[in-house]
């Protein structure tokens, strides 16, 4: 006879271990699998760090504003040194249509509680020297939002989890998801069965194929992305700098200086990078190093330390996909977070345990529709 449980989570990441913990607390018992050796090292470890509530939909706010708030307090809270550091994240402009767009979201993201404000070039230059001024318009700065160190927080909710009893299978590949009387019953690996009458997908880019094991079928594409860091240097600003304009070969990029003083940055390129391909390549450096040396000058005195990739597991409207699947009972859905597993997983996964236990509340319902595995897809956030 299989193992019997009262949930079974599918992937150890940014999503799938605060939903462990938060079900830890619950007193269930809580399977987790991954094929991965230990806990983050999946597409978690491949994260820079940002975290922010500054969205421009009411559900990431949500979602995002209670994950800021546990991080926070986390090592009053748990006793765990996350690297938490609280710069803020600066949209810097120079065209007139971001101007726009980002002084347009201001009323709703206040609307949320967030502390936002649209500065001018003065309060700019202030909080990155030496940022580039010719043409800056000003820029929208959210002190409130910052960073963490992602295998730190990975490690810290997987010891956490184990405390409270939830168990842990790593190297254990899942197969498929078993069903018995039209509803799910457990899944298989590659090493066993596990029975359990709830299985969380948080399979990050492998969910579409874990879904198709039960006829399911998930619009959730991985694609690559590319990030770095460089050596650390004496600090001289904190906030994650996101820059909107495009450039040859990418969308936009971002960059902050963590705790230890390194500047850590990314990009999205365009065209997308779709698959599942995670070699680092010759473009990244050129195309990244450009457009960091032209907005911040000074940096160009730095030195790359490593470079890496990972996938984002994309929906097509840069939302996640987050809901009890219809036509297979027992299947909940979490991912297709899109890059933004780390900011959004942790108030993700406290919403997914008030979901199984049947305590969902009225912000909790803003959330679930907005991420609706059933929603309609073309309605693109503007952030995303």
């Not at 874990?210 to 990030?227: Q, T, Y």
Request: net charge neutral; aromatic share 8%.
């Amino acid at each position: 006879m299989p193992e019997r449980w009262d949930a079974i989570v599918v992937g150890a990441g940014s999503v799938g271990l605060p939903t462990a913990l938060a079900l830890g607390r619950e007193k269930l018992r809580v399977l987790v699998l991954d094929r991965h050796p230990s806990p983050g090292q999946g597409e978690n470890k491949h994260a820079i760090g940002g975290v922010r509530a500054t969205h421009s939909a009411p559900g990431k706010i949500l979602v995002c504003r209670r994950s800021l708030a546990i991080f926070a307090a986390w090592r009053e809270t748990y006793g765990d040194d996350i690297e938490w550091l609280e710069g803020g994240y600066l949209y810097p402009v120079y065209r007139e249509e971001d101007a726009r767009l980002l002084q347009g979201l201001l009323p709703l993201q206040r609307s949320f509680g967030l502390a936002i404000d649209f500065i001018g070039p003065e309060a700019v230059g202030e909080i990155v020297p030496g940022i580039r001024r010719d043409g800056l318009l000003g820029a929208t700065f959210a002190p409130k939002d910052g960073s963490i160190s992602p295998l730190l927080v990975a490690h810290a909710y997987f010891r956490h989890a184990r405390r409270l009893g939830v168990s842990f299978r790593f190297q254990e590949s899942v197969g498929g998801i078993e069903i018995e009387g039209g509803r799910v019953a457990g899944v298989k690996t590659d090493r066993a069965r596990y029975a359990a009458p709830v299985v969380i997908d948080a399979a990050g880019p492998f969910s579409a194929e874990l879904c198709r094991s039960v006829g399911v079928s998930l619009p959730v594409v991985p694609d690559s992305h590319e990030a770095g860091i460089t050596e650390p240097v004496a600090p001289f600003f904190h906030c994650m700098v996101v820059d909107m304009r495009p450039a040859p070969g990418s969308k936009n990029f971002y960059f902050y200086q963590n705790r230890h003083g390194q500047v850590v940055f990314c990009l999205t390129p365009e065209p997308p990078i779709v698959g599942t391909d995670k070699r680092e390549t010759s473009a990244f450096l050129p195309q990244v190093c450009t457009r960091l040396v032209e907005l911040v000058p000074r940096l160009r005195f730095l030195r790359v330390r490593r470079t890496w990739r990972g996938l984002y597991p994309m929906t097509p409207d840069g939302s996640p996909i987050v809901g009890w699947n219809r036509e297979v009972p027992g299947l909940l859905h979490a991912t297709g977070m899109c890059g933004q597993g780390l900011m959004l997983g942790t108030g993700v996964g406290e919403i997914l345990c008030r979901m199984i236990t049947g305590r969902t509340d009225a912000e909790d319902e803003i959330v679930l529709a907005e991420f609706s595995p059933y929603r309609d897809f073309h309605r693109v956030e503007k952030l995303k």
